[in-house]
């Protein structure tokens, strides 16, 4: 008698747990072509990049191709890695003048001999798909409409994607970063969240994100989120994105993100890989902020499909 053996069942259990950022930017970008489409005007993106830093000039490449295959305009400027700081301010400022642009995109990160929040500092208010400016920051605190940081947008998202109305969950932030943690903390707070900021100095740290029902992960240290720090059924936005050697590849390098995914993954109700998950959403976020600025500038109404 022969007995069958199902060499399927030492393969990694099916789980539909994981939170599909590709999909969900997708539908996102689908919601700006549609708002674009129904404007009267035709939204306009200006990106500025400084030096030869090769993933700027692929962030930009995807930033340019998704923003015209959403139907608007995009600009770009590019300057040597030896421009100096005024040549940047200058290009800003005719950016600003502009009244065709809509939105100003300087990409991060800037030569080291360029202070970049005194160029960040010149970017029109009304242009700042970024949300970096000290007046999108304050009307962020002042609960005031503006444009928001992306990434932290994109959390937002991918929260409502697995979870619906977040109110009155619990939302643990790791990271204190003004890119992400901070303006994370008050946008969960818009949407009703009771919101805890941790960091690598909190004590008792695994404990405070294991009460988390959604924990947000940025604090930019590869897999430092372990399964012991993630209540059974929490949601998971990792917003890492970490080089680390790869182990099968001697001398490669492969993303991570800040949570140890895979032994995670068994413990969420909802979690976002790396590559694949906040990182599409920040270039989708990208093309709304610039359709909202297109609309705000214009006096036009926000398009509804855009609302979050
Ligand atoms: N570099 C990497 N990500 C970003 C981003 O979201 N905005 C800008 N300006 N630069 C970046």
């Known amino acids: 008698m022969f007995i069958k053996i199902n060499h399927k069942t030492t393969e990694e259990p099916k789980m539909d747990n994981k939170i599909d950022g590709k999909a969900v930017a997708a539908k996102t970008r689908a919601q700006v072509t549609q708002a674009v489409a129904s404007l009267s005007v035709t939204p306009c993106l200006a990106v500025v990049l400084v030096g030869d830093d090769p993933a700027s000039h692929v962030y930009v490449r995807n930033k340019i191709k998704f923003t015209e295959d959403s139907g608007m305009r995009s600009l770009e400027h590019r300057l040597p890695e030896n421009a100096a700081q005024d040549d940047v301010v200058e290009i800003v400022r005719a950016l600003n003048a502009d009244p065709d642009v809509d939105g100003i995109l300087v990409q991060l990160p800037l030569p080291s001999h360029i202070d970049s929040d005194a160029v960040i500092a010149e970017i029109d208010p009304a242009k700042d798909v970024d949300g970096l400016t000290d007046v999108s920051a304050g009307r962020l605190v002042l609960g005031q409409s503006g444009l928001r940081p992306c990434t932290p947008t994109g959390s937002v998202i991918l929260a409502k994607a697995a979870l619906g109305d977040l109110t009155g969950k619990y939302c643990v932030i790791l990271g204190r970063s003004i890119l992400v943690g ?115 500038r214009r006096g036009l109404e926000r398009p509804a499909i855009l609302e979050i």
Request: aromatic share 4%; proline share 9%; net charge positive.
């Open 182 to 296: 901070k303006p994370a903390a008050l946008m969960f707070l818009e949407q009703n969240c009771t919101v805890t900021i941790a960091h690598s100095r909190t004590e008792n740290l695994p404990l405070i994100c294991r009460s988390a029902d959604i924990l947000v992960a940025a604090v930019g240290r590869p897999q430092m989120v372990q399964p012991d720090w993630i209540k059974a059924g929490a949601c998971v936005i990792d917003v890492g994105i970490n080089r680390v050697p790869s182990v099968k590849r001697p001398g490669k390098f492969r993303l991570v993100g800040d949570v140890d995914y895979k032994p995670a993954r068994a413990v969420a109700g909802a979690i976002t890989p790396v590559p694949g998950g906040v990182g599409p959403m920040t270039i989708a976020c990208l093309l709304r902020n610039t359709v909202l600025a297109a609309c705000d």
